[in-house]
């Protein structure tokens, strides 16, 4: 037969013996309570709630500090007790209330790694996300003092992440994740920025935060074009992420912004155009200064950029005459020019005729070499290759002259005369 023995010990409690049946410790501390030792797994929920009443004793009389360390003892000693949620809570409430930021997140952290379906569980998410904020907007506090913001914004990331793994599905998990691309924004991480907002608008299309993500897809994008090397293309995905904005969120209160830096980026290409406009205007150019002009009140008619384009047009108009500033062959020619070129088409023509007697023509003094065009200060404009070309092609003007000259054949050369001979 198998005996079994019970080891008893007596403990002394206010001077009246305790019998326990198992070994075990209870040790009194003044700035604790009573906690216990060793193994007392008969009793475990009745000494965790007087343990709880302690440490609840102490935080009413206003000693913080003896009533975390009571809380602390007993998530250790009873964590399996239907009260270690609580106690757990409270110290993350406690260091929180300490200032000690820090510690109360991976304390609050602990709480939803442990009990995933506490009943406090909402209320320790928010109190996450209150304090991840307070990193990430620099926020000073007592235990924050000696952090830098750099170092606190990417705490904040941390802990945003922190959230999103414990908390996937809670309701400010759309919020944290929108909080992960603001910390990498503000690190100038931006490839990693726009990664975290797609994020939102991809996992939390129905949150109200995904209208904000997509519009800081576009700033973000923007943000790269100013800081960039500040390109056409950048600007064209910057400008196409704001329109997506407009056509997705039509109602959001963003959407004049928006349209603002849609415009901020349209007139980016207004100034290269009229620019170049001026170089043309200068360099006596006048056409092609009137089509870079032309382009600026196409693509901005109401900027101020489009008023100077205007005036500049008048004035050459005024100038020069409407028609030898039409792009194209002209149409109608007045004038000495025109006379001119009537005069050696006429020659050109006689010349051609097979009966034609008379002194060879120099065709090449007919025609007009056209005067050679500087070139533009950023190349010339290039074509149209696919339907996504970020510029609109401008008007090219074709070569003159409208009317083709014929060909001049080539002429008999003349006989030489010999001269008579002597008379015998």
Not at 47 to 73: C, I, P
Not at 359 to 376: G, H, L, M, S, Y
Not at 380 to 394: C, F, V, Y
């Given at each position: 037969?198998?005996?079994?023995?019970?080891?008893?010990?007596?403990?002394?409690?206010?001077?009246?013996?305790?019998?326990?049946?198992?070994?075990?410790?209870?040790?009194?501390?003044?700035?604790?309570?009573?906690?216990?030792?060793?193994?007392?797994?008969?009793?475990?929920?009745?000494?965790?709630?007087?343990?709880?009443?302690?440490?609840?004793?102490?935080?009413?009389?206003?000693?913080?500090?003896?009533?975390?360390?009571?809380?602390?003892?007993?998530?250790?000693?009873?964590?399996?007790?239907?009260?270690?949620?609580?106690?757990?809570?409270?110290?993350?409430?406690?260091?929180?209330?300490?200032?000690?930021?820090?510690?109360?997140?991976?304390?609050?952290?602990?709480?939803?790694?442990?009990?995933?379906?506490?009943?406090?569980?909402?209320?320790?998410?928010?109190?996450?996300?209150?304090?991840?904020?307070?990193?990430?907007?620099?926020?000073?506090?007592?235990?924050?003092?000696?952090?830098?913001?750099?170092?606190?914004?990417?705490?904040?990331?941390?802990?945003?992440?922190?959230?999103?793994?414990?908390?996937?599905?809670?309701?400010?998990?759309?919020?944290?994740?929108?909080?992960?691309?603001?910390?990498?924004?503000?690190?100038?991480?931006?490839?990693?920025?726009?990664?975290?907002?797609?994020?939102?608008?991809?996992?939390?299309?129905?949150?109200?935060?995904a209208d904000d993500a997509q519009y800081q897809i576009g700033y973000v994008l923007l943000t790269q074009h100013r800081d960039g090397s500040n390109d056409?293309?950048?600007?064209?995905?910057?400008?196409?992420?704001?329109?997506?904005?407009?056509?997705?969120?039509?109602?959001?209160?963003?959407?004049?912004?928006?349209?603002?830096?849609?415009?901020?980026?349209?007139?980016?290409?207004?100034?290269?155009?009229?620019?170049?406009?001026?170089?043309?205007?200068?360099?006596?150019?006048?056409?092609?200064?009137?089509?870079?002009?032309?382009?600026?009140?196409?693509?901005?008619?109401?900027?101020?950029?489009?008023?100077?384009?205007?005036?500049?047009?008048?004035?050459?108009?005024?100038?020069?005459?409407?028609d030898s500033l039409r792009a194209g062959p002209e149409k109608a020619e007045t004038g000495a020019k025109a006379a001119t070129r009537r005069k050696m088409?006429?020659?050109?023509?006689?010349?051609?005729?097979?009966?034609?007697?008379?002194?060879?023509?120099?065709?090449?003094?007919?025609?007009?070499?056209?005067?050679?065009?500087?070139?533009?200060?950023?190349?010339?404009?290039?074509?149209?290759?696919?339907?996504?070309?970020?510029?609109?092609?401008?008007?090219?003007?074709?070569?003159?002259?409208?009317?083709?000259?014929?060909?001049?054949?080539?002429?008999?050369?003349?006989?030489?005369?010999?001269?008579?001979?002597?008379?015998?």
């Amino acid at each position: 037969m198998r005996k079994i023995a019970l080891i008893s010990t007596f403990i002394l409690v206010g001077g009246i013996s305790v019998p326990s049946v198992s070994q075990a410790a209870v040790i009194y501390r003044s700035t604790e309570g009573w906690s216990v030792e060793g193994d007392l797994s008969s009793s475990v929920e009745s000494s965790a709630a007087e343990q709880m009443k302690k440490a609840e004793a102490f935080e009413k009389e206003g000693n913080d500090k003896a009533a975390l360390n009571s809380y602390k003892v007993l998530t250790k000693q009873y964590g399996l007790s239907a009260l270690a949620p609580k106690a757990q809570r409270k110290v993350a409430i406690l260091q929180e209330k300490s200032g000690d930021v820090n510690k109360a997140f991976d304390a609050y952290s602990a709480y939803l790694e442990k009990y995933p379906r506490g009943d406090d569980f909402d209320g320790v998410v928010d109190a996450m996300y209150r304090i991840a904020k307070m990193f990430l907007e620099g926020q000073k506090s007592k235990k924050l003092l000696g952090i830098s913001i750099g170092g606190s914004i990417e705490r904040a990331q941390e802990m945003f992440g922190v959230i999103l793994k414990r908390a996937p599905y809670s309701k400010l998990a759309a919020v944290a994740q929108f909080n992960v691309g603001q910390a990498n924004e503000r690190q100038g991480k931006y490839p990693e920025a726009i990664a975290a907002y797609q994020a939102v608008v991809s996992k939390y299309p129905g949150d109200a935060i995904a209208d904000d993500a997509q519009y800081q897809i576009g700033y973000v994008l923007l943000t790269q074009h100013r800081d960039g090397s500040n390109d056409r293309a950048s600007a064209q995905k910057a400008r196409e992420a704001f329109e997506d904005f407009v056509s997705r969120h039509p109602d959001s209160e963003k959407v004049a912004q928006a349209r603002e830096n849609i415009a901020t980026l349209e007139g980016g290409s207004t100034k290269g155009s009229l620019d170049i406009a001026k170089f043309y205007e200068k360099s006596k150019n006048y056409k092609a200064a009137v089509i870079y002009y032309n382009d600026v009140i196409k693509r901005q008619p109401d900027s101020p950029e489009s008023g100077l384009a205007k005036a500049r047009i008048e004035e050459l108009k005024q100038k020069f005459g409407e028609d030898s500033l039409r792009a194209g062959p002209e149409k109608a020619e007045t004038g000495a020019k025109a006379a001119t070129r009537r005069k050696m088409q006429a020659r050109v023509d006689t010349v051609s005729r097979p009966d034609y007697v008379g002194p060879p023509v120099k065709v090449a003094t007919v025609r007009e070499t056209p005067p050679a065009q500087p070139a533009a200060p950023f190349g010339r404009p290039k074509l149209r290759t696919s339907p996504n070309s970020i510029e609109p092609m401008l008007p090219v003007e074709p070569s003159l002259p409208s009317t083709p000259i014929k060909p001049v054949p080539d002429l008999p050369k003349p006989v030489e005369t010999l001269e008579p001979l002597p008379a015998q």
